[in-house]
């Protein structure tokens, strides 16, 4: 079946701009995850929704960072003001459900580079 | 908070040599561990998990790993590594709540 996926691959903005990316989580899956991967790190994680709220938004790094699940499917993490230290590779995954036993299904991630 | 460490950050090795990569959590309470895998170009996907009972997990592709609590560490094997092999491979730890907290990975290569 279809995975998760992310829309666009790449993103190039200009600093300053505002930025959008998209996740798709898998069909019926009710937890959705963010994380942020910059070069050479593991994945840092965002925020994690399940259904339509955000259950946890601790690691979202400030106030110019959001996402929204309006319909507890689509997410989209918005940037706004970015900055040279946003770039990054932003990755989505989602699961059956939020419970600890229940696998997490990455996408492929959007490449994001602030100029 | 919960952290990991993963000591070898590029390791190269002749296919059907034997494989450990090391991984160090740091968590006060009971916690389940992964280790995933992004093979070049591809997803992040999971090799395997522990959460609770046998300490020894074993994964998919002959992988294992071994949980051992008093020293806070969940190391991965393989005993005979194939070309096929050659991706980055991450730890990662959930502690309290549903958010992994990821190592910084190893990036193996394999050699014919």
């Known amino acids: 079946g279809a995975g998760v996926s992310q829309t666009p691959s790449n993103k190039v903005t200009e600093k300053g701009k505002y930025v959008e990316l998209r996740c798709d989580p898998i069909?019926?899956?009710?937890?959705l995850y963010w994380y942020r991967q910059s070069l050479g790190q593991g994945p840092e994680f965002l925020i994690y929704?399940?259904?339509?709220?955000?259950?946890?938004d601790s690691g979202l790094p400030n106030d110019r960072f959001f996402a929204v699940r309006p319909e507890g499917s689509v997410s989209t993490l918005k940037i706004q003001r970015t900055e040279r230290g946003d770039s990054a590779v932003y990755l989505c995954?989602?699961?059956?459900?939020?419970?600890?036993?229940?696998?997490?299904?990455f996408g492929p991630g959007t490449r994001l580079t602030v100029t | 908070a919960q952290s990991v460490s993963q000591h070898n950050h590029h390791v190269i090795l002749s296919e059907a040599a034997s494989l450990e990569l090391g991984c160090n959590y740091s968590y006060g309470g009971t916690v389940n561990l992964f280790w995933y895998v992004q093979y070049p170009g591809q997803h992040l996907q999971l090799l395997l998990k522990y959460f609770s009972g046998d300490p020894l997990v074993k994964g998919i592709k002959g992988f294992e790993a071994e949980f051992i609590k008093s020293k806070f560490s969940f190391n991965l094997r393989k005993p005979s590594v194939q070309w096929s092999d050659t991706a980055e491979y991450f730890c990662a730890v959930r502690g309290g709540g549903n958010k992994l907290t990821f190592g910084t990975g190893t990036q193996l290569k394999v050699e014919l």
């Open positions: 069909s019926g899956h009710t937890a």
């Open positions: 929704f399940q259904g339509t709220g955000a259950a946890d």
């Open positions: 995954a989602s699961s059956l459900q939020g419970g600890v036993s229940y696998e997490q299904y």
